[in-house]
């Protein structure tokens, strides 16, 4: 699999490296970088600008859309965004006690208040049924995050539709596990380019159910 140069890399403590680029989202290779594998099912948003892990083995990145965590090698993500007023991450770091520190392209500055290697981030136990939440923030600008549940493993879509019904973007189309999952979307159309104000459809489809939500874009 070949990549544009990666924007920022970070080797965990078992040797895996994690590439970011700003347009082909992120990268893992556990053979030295022989081979790469994509880590991109999860976040909506393909600037990866900064990576960091901590002692634990947790896995963060800074996008477009905020701060992301994963605790499987970057197979699944939840957003960790409460406090930040800055969507665009371009720094992190994590210190030796294990505090997370943010700092984005309008040069503000974050903390976690508590170590990162203490806190249990809730992210795939198995939910009770199929459901797909309200987004939040919203009304929104530019990013917001789509929240859903699946009770059962099952080939999953997530697409988004301007109020005439045209389809305007796919976050996410492939087998997804049984839990809780989540998917951002940046405000963006399949080409890239931002959406006009207005209200938008999130529609889910697992299998042969579906669930929609609308969302307030604004500028």
């Given amino acids: ?11 965990d403590q078992k040797g895996i490296i ?4 700003l347009e082909n989202g992120l990268f893992r290779s556990t053979d030295n970088g022989e081979s790469w594998s994509s880590l991109n099912t999860g976040p909506a948003s393909r600037a990866i600008r900064s990576l960091a892990v901590n002692g634990a083995g947790g896995l963060f990145a800074g996008t477009d859309a905020g701060v992301l965590y994963s605790d499987n090698m ?19 770091a994590v210190n030796a006690r294990g505090y997370l520190f943010a700092g984005t392209e309008s040069s503000e500055f974050f903390a976690s208040i508590q170590p990162t290697t203490e ?11 199929f459901r797909l939440r309200q987004n939040y923030p919203n009304p929104f600008n530019p990013s917001t995050t789509i929240e859903y549940s699946l009770d059962r493993p099952a080939y999953t879509e997530i697409h988004l539709y301007n109020i005439r019904g045209q389809r305007i973007r796919t976050l996410y189309a492939g087998m997804t596990g049984a ?8 405000s963006r159309d399949e080409s890239g380019r931002l959406c006009p104000a207005g209200i938008y459809i999130g529609l889910l489809t697992s299998g042969e159910r579906r669930e929609s939500i609308k969302l307030l874009l604004l500028r």
């Fill in 18 to 21: 994690y590439a970011g680029t």
């Fill in 1 to 11: 699999m070949t990549f544009l140069p990666p924007s920022f890399s970070i080797i």
């Fill in 74 to 92: 970057g197979e699944s993500w939840i957003p960790l965004n409460s406090g930040l007023t800055s969507p665009r991450i371009t720094a992190l």
């Fill in 179 to 186: 839990g809780r999952h989540h998917a951002v979307w940046d």
């Fill in 119 to 129: 806190v249990k981030y809730e992210t795939s136990s198995p939910p009770a049924h």
